[in-house]
């Protein structure tokens, strides 16, 4: 079974034991298909694509199928009504007054009827008419992936934030334990007389400013891992265990496209540029059926009816008075517009409102090309800044570890305070600190730049999961 269906697969069938359950094993690839599998947003997306369809079925269905209508009708008349329709008495010369039936009318009336119609030629309007739904089906589909882009890039980045908070939490508790060692060999040290009230006041002061960034690291981790489950489409109380390393975030795979390639790419794969395209070329349609004022229509129609109406042709007193008789007619409409040719007319005013769109359109297109260009060139000179800031940082948690190891020495030694160790101590939990943080800064980074580059792209995951 491939990939991307086994992690919705056994969602669906433990999704009523999730509650239950004691954990959940969430690493990063697990992460993006839980979302691509129960995001409600794409669930919104997907239903944008469903309703496009349907127009376009609807567009298509007015261009290659007629109208057709079968109706029935009764009709009763009052008896007033009937009587002045039928003759019942005459005068024949030399005959006198003669009593004779020509009945005509009745009550009940009864008919049926077929009627089918059909636009043969509208101006190209039906043919526009089923491009431009057939655009916006595609527009649809583009934003749904787009979505999923979305999702995958900033599930990567949250999945990370959270090794980032939990690497944070690391440090600031060993600082808080190093902290409380060295507070406990500081009063040892002020009882025997050793080092002065001052010092071991700075000491306590340090230690306690330490307490309330450890409760906010873990209450800032809490709401960090309730707002990732709830992207994720899962309960925001759900047991779940992270599997990962911020360190795993080196893996990430650095695109290595240059900065014009990666600029083609990112003017392909923006959804705002796409869908400026496809307005334009839906005001290109448009335009076309706007046109279509100029053009003769043609329409043929085909009706056939049948009414209860008088036995004309009856031979014999015995026939009846009444029977169903058909009547058919076909033909066609040929209309030929006038108005639209004249100079000043409504059609020549609605193109020059459709050309000047389309140029205003263009424009904008030039502008936001020339905003992802910028983009790009700022993104690859940010992750170069981003790379020689790691290195940087590296350095200085290397200075600073070995200052942190001689401080320790020399304070077990006698040679230094306790505030000159807090403050190695300090000094080695910040650089650490900063390091990862630049760390997480190079990947994001990256991982906009594969984003923007459809290098982490939804139909990508689906290639991987297929093997190919």
């Known amino acids: 079974m491939p990939k991307k269906f086994i992690i919705p697969f056994l969602l669906l069938f433990a999704a009523p034991y999730l509650s239950h359950a004691d954990s959940i094993v969430i690493d990063i690839d697990t992460a993006v298909n839980i979302s691509l599998s129960r995001n409600q947003d794409i669930r919104q997306y997907e239903k944008d694509v ?20 079968l ?31 020509n009945k005509n009318v009745w009550a009940d009336n009864y008919s049926a009827s077929l009627k089918v119609n059909k636009p043969i030629f509208l101006g190209f309007t039906l043919v526009n008419s089923l491009k431009l739904q057939e655009i916006n089906l595609e527009l649809a589909k583009k934003k749904l992936d787009a979505k999923k882009n979305d999702i ?60 309330p960034k450890l409760l906010k ?4 981790y809490k709401i960090a891992v309730m707002g990732f489950l709830q992207n994720l489409g ?38 705002a540029l ?41 031979a014999v007193d015995t026939d009846p008075e009444r029977i169903w008789k058909a009547n058919w007619s076909l033909g066609l409409v040929l209309s030929i517009p006038i ?37 790009i060139k700022t993104l690859y000179m940010q992750i170069d800044e981003a790379k020689y800031t790691l290195a940087g940082q590296g350095a200085n948690v290397g200075q600073a570890k070995l ?29 650490l600190a900063n390091y990862l943080q630049a760390m997480y800064d190079y990947a994001s980074a990256v991982l906009k730049l594969r984003r923007m580059t459809g290098v982490d792209s939804f139909e990508q995951i689906e290639k991987n999961s297929k093997g190919e």
Not at 165 to 194: D, H, P, V, W
Not at 217 to 220: E, K
């Open 50 to 69: 469903q309703a496009a369809q349907a127009k376009v079925q609807q567009a298509a269905a007015s261009l290659y199928y007629p109208d057709i209508n």
């Open 71 to 101: 109706g029935f009708t009764f009709n009763y008349l009052d008896p007033n009504t009937v009587d002045s329709g039928n003759i019942t008495k005459m005068t024949l010369p030399g005959f006198g007054t003669t009593t004779m039936t």
């Open 152 to 211: 995958i890039f900033q599930v990567k980045k949250d999945f990370y934030n959270l090794f980032l908070l939990r690497e944070n939490i690391r440090l600031t508790e060993e600082m808080n334990l190093q902290l409380s060692n060295t507070l406990k060999f500081t009063k040892a040290n002020y009882n025997a007389g050793l080092v002065s009230k001052y010092d071991l006041i700075r000491m306590e002061v340090q230690f306690q400013n330490n307490q």
């Open 217 to 220: 690291l873990r209450n800032a």
């Open 234 to 271: 899962l309960p925001q109380d759900s047991s779940a265990e992270f599997k990962g390393s911020l360190y795993h975030i080196t893996n990430i795979v650095y695109p290595g496209y240059g900065i014009d390639k990666s600029t083609l790419l990112a003017k392909s794969n923006d959804i």
């Open 274 to 314: 796409i869908g400026m395209r496809m307005s334009l070329e839906t005001l290109f349609v448009s335009k076309n059926m706007a046109s279509a004022g100029y053009y003769p229509s043609l329409n043929g129609y085909f009706n056939v009816g049948m009414d209860y109406k008088k036995n004309t042709g009856a």
């Open 339 to 375: 108005d639209d040719w004249i100079p000043g007319s409504k059609s020549e005013a609605t193109m020059a409102e459709m050309d000047a769109s389309i140029d205003k359109i263009k424009i904008a297109m030039k502008q936001y090309e020339d905003v992802i260009t910028l983009q």
């Open 403 to 431: 200052g942190l190891k001689l401080a320790n020495e020399k304070f077990y030694a006698g040679t230094i305070s306790s505030l000159d160790l807090s403050d190695a101590q300090i000094l080695y939990s910040q650089a």
